[in-house]
């Protein structure tokens, strides 16, 4: 029996030793000739991409779960400030705080999803513009904003739908093409002049920014329902989703629909730098 179980050992210890040596052989052969490593990737190219795409979505799930929970804990909270241009109910119950910029085709899918909203929610949704304005123009656009709300509320949202609706007639006409057309929806051109030079606008324009930056926001459009932030032009019905949560927040949320896919920080928006 002595003998049995030392051949048995005998023979298990020399096991091992040859799967060591034939590691560290086949080590030394990838250490000496990765092209060989190279060669295998490429041709097992499909299979290894759609490794890293799996590992990429569920890496982005994980954030995206992380980011929400510790919004739930702790909700951002927006300043927003007397004399602020809003859409919907004054006080209502849940606050929509959008981030934009004039010149972010997304963002201009953004303001008609906000309508959307507004149309089968507005008796519970108060929907406040603010600026994530980074280029010379699209802060220019802002201060008119801003400016015409001053003179009439009305005017300043007749700006908003116009620019997104015309975007690249705007662009490429500039600043004198944004004076143009608040003075064609009834400016007073005099006032309009002293009051996009106003430093408390100035300030709003660029406090706006700052904020979003310091939400840790990455593109536009993004939007902050209820203290939760919503990254992009998702479809209404994300937003809608948001709502209901917010109005009951004693509930768990809801664990469906779009807000419960895997998404880039920034999806469906322009990504800022």
Not at 40 to 48: I, T, V
Not at 168 to 176: F, L, N
Request: with cysteine.
């Amino acid at each position: 029996m002595i003998i049995t179980a030392f051949l048995i050992f005998a023979l298990v210890g020399g096991a091992a030793q040859a799967a060591q040596n034939m590691e560290d052989e086949i080590r030394d052969i990838l250490k000496n000739h990765p092209e060989i490593v190279i060669e295998a990737l490429r041709k097992e190219k499909a299979s290894l991409l759609g490794l890293l795409e799996e590992a990429a979505r569920e890496r982005q799930q994980a954030e995206e779960t992380k980011r929400l929970e510790e919004e739930r804990k702790n909700p951002l909270k927006p300043v927003v400030e007397p004399g602020r241009l809003f859409l919907g109910k004054a006080g209502a119950p849940v606050l929509v705080v959008e981030y934009s910029d004039f010149f972010c085709h997304y963002c201009a899918a953004g303001a008609g999803i906000m309508k959307e909203l507004l149309a089968s929610r507005g008796d519970v949704v108060q929907v406040v513009f603010k600026h994530f304005a980074t280029d010379p123009l699209s802060r220019k656009a802002a201060l008119v904003f801003e400016a015409l709300g001053l003179q009439k509320p009305e005017m300043a949202w007749a700006f908003h739908d116009k620019v997104f609706a015309d975007q690249e007639k705007m662009a490429a006409g500039g600043e004198a093409a944004l004076r143009e057309l608040a003075l064609s929806l009834g400016a007073d051109a005099k006032r309009l002049d002293a009051d996009v030079k106003r430093p408390e606008l100035e300030k709003r324009v660029k406090d706006d920014t700052e904020e979003a930056r310091g939400f840790k926001f990455r593109g536009t459009p993004t939007f902050v329902v209820g203290g939760i932030s919503i990254r992009g032009a998702a479809p209404v019905g994300v937003f809608e989703d948001a709502v209901n949560q917010s109005l009951d927040k004693g509930k768990a949320p809801a664990d469906k629909g779009a807000r419960s896919e895997a998404k880039k920080d920034c999806e469906d928006c322009r990504e800022i730098k």
